[in-house]
């Protein structure tokens, strides 16, 4: 049997990432991932092969249709009849996604790393060693190890009422992959997906009608950041609806219908697809924890501490399939402290300053608390507000909806929380990551030179604001 020091399996971002930084530390490094898409194994999880980095794409795509459609002329730049194929722009997303996997297998080569496929499960423990056994469609094979990395992820949560068949009733699979633009696209669930995705179909022409079943819209952002982007995805045409109770569903073969309630009243509403975007559940299904005790929570979670610890020895779990936040730069952020806890360093992981990102437009971003939490807790913050509207690069840029809030200690001015709504705050936020995790002051920002003209200087604005300077507003 082949013995390795650390055994990762998953090959997200999670646990790809993980198996890196365990390579460069010196320990022999397996990686094990059974994802197969389009008939082929697939390394790079969720994030590469159906989430961030497909969905990205298509986002791009999207937005430069749309941006054809209905700013260029603002521009002076105009186009007859302008077309979108979607079987070519699947195609582009497929191109990005197998560069970027295959790249991932030149960096296991680069690194040393044994790249394995098929599921594994964990099979025993013998002499101190992990026995994990892979089964690569049907033909089987034991490793073993002396630290396992769980790293398995998570998958879609499905409804009860209705099967997922990616053909009308989709998760994030199916809608990453239409071959052409819905006329009705009906989306469950108002997060992250669903307004990410509901965004990509609308801007190519579907009419989007979004059901959430909780009364406010995007609770996990801050009220006002939530508010203006319902205020702009409203008027590029999404139909969003809050506190509805999804009922029966019908999947006909042209024809989808969903019942639901909405204030009391039995209502119904027929697409040609339905998204089904109502959270992720972790990815444990064929790991075998009870043959060797793995502890899971009541909702499949696996328990770890801290430092990711799992209640064996020697077995850790980092990412989607452990508690907080499932985005790729936090399970790749575990992946980098398990593997140096492994050899003995003592990293830590901040997760007060994990940046959230919206992908929809105007983006959203923030970092560390909202102005609702820091209320909640008692906590006395002054704020800063500064717009978009007038800040010259936005204006140039033809995107000039939107502003950064930042909150700050009334007592001590650090940094609490910067929430932005607006273009580019997707790369804007890390500035705000930076500053929090230097602990920094809103006037440490304040006083940090910004380039002229950048969108960065709003957030350089919004720093001033706290202290009632700011010069633009
Ligand atoms: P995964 O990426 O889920 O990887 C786990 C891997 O392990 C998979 O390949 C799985 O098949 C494999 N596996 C599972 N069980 C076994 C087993 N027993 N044996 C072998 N292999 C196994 N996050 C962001 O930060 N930014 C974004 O923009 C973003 N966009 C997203 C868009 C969509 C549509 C979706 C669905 C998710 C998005 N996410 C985003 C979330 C992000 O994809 C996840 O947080 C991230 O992939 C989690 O990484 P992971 O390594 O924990 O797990
Ligand atoms: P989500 O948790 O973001 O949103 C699910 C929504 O569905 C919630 O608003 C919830 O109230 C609603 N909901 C739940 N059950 C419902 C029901 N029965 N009827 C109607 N509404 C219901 O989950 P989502 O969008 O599936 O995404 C999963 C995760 O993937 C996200 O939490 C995020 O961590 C990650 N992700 C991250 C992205 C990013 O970083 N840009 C992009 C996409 C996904």
């Known amino acids: 049997m082949q013995n390795f020091d650390v055994v990762v399996i998953g090959g997200g971002p999670g646990g790809y990432v993980a198996a890196i930084r ?9 990686c094990i991932d059974g994802y197969r898409r389009k008939d082929k194994y697939s390394l790079g999880g969720t994030c590469l092969n159906v989430g961030c980095i497909p969905s990205k794409a298509l986002l791009q ?5 749309a941006e054809l459609t209905h700013s260029f002329a603002d521009h002076g730049i105009s186009c007859d009849n302008p077309k979108i194929d979607v079987k070519k722009m699947i195609a582009r997303k497929e191109d990005i996604v197998n560069k970027n996997s295959n790249g991932i297998s030149f960096l296991f ?4 790393i044994t790249e394995l496929h098929g599921w594994a499960s964990f099979s025993a423990n013998k002499d101190g060693k992990w026995v994990i056994s892979i089964d690569d469609q049907g033909k089987k094979e034991e490793i073993s190890a002396t630290h396992v990395i769980v790293a398995t992820g998570s998958n879609s949560r499905h409804l009860p009422q209705i099967a997922t068949d990616n053909v009308n009733i989709l998760d994030n699979e199916g809608a990453l992959d239409l071959t052409e633009t819905p006329k009705e696209l009906c989306v469950i669930g108002a997060g992250v997906i669903g307004l990410e995705m509901g965004s990509v179909w609308a801007r190519l022409g579907a009419k989007v009608t979004v059901l959430e079943a909780s009364d406010k819209f995007l609770g996990a952002a801050d009220e006002q950041v939530a508010k203006e982007l319902h205020k702009n995805l409203v008027k590029q045409g999404l139909e969003i609806k809050t506190g509805v109770k999804i009922g029966e569903i019908k999947n006909a073969k042209k024809k989808v219908t969903v019942n639901y309630e909405l204030g009391g009243e039995k209502l119904k509403l027929e697409c040609d697809k339905l998204l089904v ?3 992720r559940i972790p990815n444990t299904n064929g790991l075998n924890p009870e043959a060797v005790g793995l502890k899971l929570d009541e909702r499949g979670f696996i328990v770890v501490d801290a430092d990711c610890r799992t209640n064996l020895p020697n077995v850790w779990a980092i990412g989607d399939v452990v508690r907080g936040p499932m985005l790729a730069h936090k399970a790749s952020d575990e ?3 398990v593997a140096e806890r492994i050899a003995g360093q003592h990293p830590h992981l901040d997760f007060n300053t994990i940046p959230w990102v919206i992908y929809t437009n105007p983006e959203i971003a923030w970092v560390g608390k909202t102005e609702q939490q820091l209320t909640a807790e008692g906590i006395k913050f002054k704020k800063g507000v500064a717009s978009f509207m007038a800040n010259g690069r936005a204006l140039g840029l033809g995107h000039n909806v939107g502003f950064v809030k930042m909150l700050a200690c009334e007592e001590t001015d650090r940094i609490l929380g910067v929430h932005m709504v607006g273009p580019f705050v997707s790369e804007l936020i890390s500035e705000a990551v930076v500053a929090m995790e230097f602990m920094a002051s809103s006037e440490d920002l304040a006083r940090i030179i910004h380039a002229h003209p950048s969108l960065s200087e709003v957030t350089h604005e919004a720093a001033l604001a706290c202290d009632k300077r700011q010069l633009h507003g």
């Open 277 to 279: 975007s109502i959270g």
């Open 61 to 65: 795509s999207s937005e430069n249709y």
């Open 109 to 112: 080569k680069k690194n040393k």
């Open 22 to 30: 365990a390579a460069q530390l010196g320990f022999s490094t397996a």
């Open 335 to 337: 992946g980098i402290i």
